[in-house]
C-alpha cells in the first residue's frame, strides 16, 4: 500500500498487496482481495448521483439504502452476529488519495468557515466537491470501503476481536436490488488518509437533515472485498438448472409437469 | 471494471471505420448511445448491433475482437431483437449520428429508442429502469407512446420465454411507471 496501514488491528490482519493474512489465537488465514461486482458498482454511482440531485434540491432523502447496509458482526462468544446499519462509502485509490484528500478537506476547510446551520449557503461547493470525485470512477478503489466508527459498541468490539463482517445492501422497488460483501477489517485511526478521506466526506453533509450530527470518530474501518453474492430477488421457474432458476439468455420457460 | 466514457466510444467509431471499410451500419444500444449524447459520463460496456452483408461479417468480428485487444473495454453485440420481437417501425425510429456520415462506407445511429426501452424493461435489472427513464426525460420516448406501441406488441410476447412473459413484463412496465410518476432521478 501507498499509504499508511498502521492500525489497531495490525497484530492480527496483515495487507500485502492482492493478499490478507489473518493471524487471530494462533491461527493464520489468507484471504485475496477482490474488487466489487460491475452490477453493485453501477447500482451504486448511479444511486450516489441520485442523492446528491436531492439534496441538490433540497428533497425529502426517505432511506439512502445505497450508503446505509446492514453490517454484521461476531467473535467467538457470539451466540448470534451483530447488525447494525452503517453509513458507508468509497475512497480513493492510493495514488489518487493525496490529491481527493487535499480536494475534499478544502471543501471542509471553507464550509468550516461559516456556521453549521449554513447548509444553504455551502450547498453547491459540497455537492460539487462530492460530485468531483464520483465523476471520476477510475480513481475509486472498488476493493475496499470505508466506514467511520462511532460509538465503540458492539461492532467495534466484535472487529477488534474478529476482523470479519458481512454487508447487505437492499435497494428500492421494483428490483430490490441486493448484495451480500464480505469483508476483512482493518480498523484504522486518525492519521489514516482512508480515515481522513471518510471523514471529510461525511463532513460535507454533516448538517444535512438526514444525518445525525456527531463530533466524534474515534476509528474508521477500512474493508477489503473478499466475496460477494448478488441476493437481488428473482422469479423461479420450473427449468433445467439445478437451482431451478433461469437467468438472462434467452431461457426457455418450461412446463412444470 | 473498465469504465467506457465518450472518449473510449469515440475510439471505436474510429477504429472501426479506419479498419473495416465495407458498407454497413452500426447502432449503439442503451447507455451507449447516452454516453455518446452526453446524458451521463460512463457505462461499464460498449453495447451495439451491426448490419453488414453476410460476406463481410467474419472480417467484422475480426475487426471488433482487434478493437476489443486494443480498447481493453467490454464490448458486447447484441440486438433487441435477440430478446423480444421488435416493435413496427423500429427501423424508422433509428437516430441517425450525423457527426459520423461524413462520406464513409460505414454509417452510426442509435438503435430505435422504444425497442431498447422495452428489451431493458423486459430484463428489468436495477440499470435496466434508468436507462428507459433516461430516454424519457430527455424526449426520445413518451410513456403515451410506449403505452400505444406495446399495446400492438404485447401480443406477440411469447409465454414461453422468459424475457417476453407478458404478465412478468407488465409488472416490470408498471414498476417503470411508478417510478417515472414519483419523479426517480436518473
Not at chain 1, 5 to 10: A, G, I, R, T, Y
Not at chain 1, 49 to 68: R, T
Not at chain 1, 209 to 234: E, L
Not at chain 2, 137 to 152: A, F, P, Q, R
Request: net charge negative; charged share 25%; hydrophobic share 35%.
Amino acid at each position: 500500500m501507498g499509504v499508511s496501514n498502521k492500525n489497531l488491528s495490525e497484530d492480527i490482519v496483515t495487507i500485502s498487496g492482492e493478499n490478507i493474512h489473518i493471524n487471530r489465537n494462533g491461527h493464520s488465514r489468507d484471504f485475496k482481495i477482490c474488487e466489487l461486482p460491475q452490477k453493485f458498482i453501477s447500482w451504486q454511482l448511479q444511486y450516489k448521483n441520485s442523492i446528491y440531485d436531492a439534496i441538490e434540491k433540497d428533497e425529502y432523502i426517505a432511506f439512502n439504502a445505497g450508503h446505509l447496509p446492514v453490517v454484521g458482526t461476531w467473535n467467538d462468544e457470539s451466540d448470534f452476529p451483530n447488525l447494525a446499519n452503517k453509513g458507508i462509502g468509497f475512497t480513493p485509490k492510493d495514488e489518487y488519495i493525496d490529491h481527493y484528500l487535499n480536494l475534499v478537506e478544502s471543501a471542509v476547510e471553507k464550509i468550516s468557515k461559516l456556521p453549521p446551520h449554513a447548509v444553504n449557503e455551502t450547498r453547491d461547493l459540497r455537492i460539487a466537491t462530492a460530485r468531483e470525485f464520483y465523476a471520476h470512477p477510475e480513481h475509486i478503489d472498488f476493493r475496499r470501503l470505508g466506514l467511520l466508527e462511532i460509538f465503540e459498541g458492539a461492532t467495534y468490539k466484535n472487529l477488534v476481536a474478529n476482523p470479519m463482517a458481512s454487508v447487505l445492501w437492499t435497494g428500492n422497488s421494483p428490483v430490490f436490488i441486493s448484495f451480500q460483501v464480505d469483508c476483512v477489517v482493518e480498523v484504522i485511526t486518525t492519521e489514516d488518509p482512508r480515515y481522513r478521506f471518510s471523514w471529510a466526506m461525511r463532513r460535507l453533509f454533516e448538517y444535512e437533515p438526514f444525518h445525525v450530527v456527531q463530533t466524534i470518530f474515534p476509528y474508521a474501518y477500512c474493508m477489503w472485498v473478499y466475496d460477494y453474492k448478488d441476493k437481488t430477488p428473482k422469479r423461479r421457474y420450473p427449468g433445467a438448472r439445478s437451482d431451478n432458476t433461469v437467468n438472462e439468455g434467452g431461457g426457455k420457460i418450461k412446463s412444470p409437469h | 471494471m473498465k469504465f467506457v466514457k465518450r472518449a473510449e466510444i469515440e475510439n471505436f467509431i474510429n477504429g472501426l471505420a479506419s479498419s473495416f471499410s465495407a458498407p454497413g451500419k452500426i447502432f449503439f444500444i442503451g447507455e451507449t448511445s447516452q454516453v455518446m449524447e452526453g446524458w451521463r459520463t460512463w457505462t461499464d460496456k460498449l453495447e451495439f448491433f451491426a448490419e453488414v452483408s453476410a460476406a463481410d461479417i467474419s472480417v467484422f468480428d475480426e475487426t471488433i475482437n482487434k478493437l476489443r485487444e486494443n480498447l481493453q473495454i467490454e464490448i458486447i453485440e447484441e440486438s433487441p431483437a435477440d430478446i423480444i420481437p421488435l416493435p413496427e417501425g423500429a427501423e424508422r425510429r433509428s437516430r441517425m449520428i450525423e457527426i459520423y456520415q461524413n462520406g464513409l462506407p460505414l454509417h452510426f445511429y442509435h438503435f430505435d429508442p422504444y425497442s431498447c426501452a422495452f428489451r431493458y424493461i423486459a430484463r428489468g435489472d436495477e440499470q435496466d429502469y434508468k436507462i428507459v427513464l433516461a430516454y424519457v426525460k430527455h424526449e426520445w420516448i413518451t410513456i403515451s407512446e410506449m403505452d400505444k406501441i406495446l399495446e400492438e406488441l404485447l401480443k406477440s410476447f411469447s409465454f414461453k420465454t422468459i424475457q417476453q412473459d407478458p404478465a412478468e413484463f407488465r409488472r416490470k412496465y408498471k414498476g417503470l411507471l411508478q417510478m417515472w410518476r414519483a419523479g426517480v432521478s436518473v
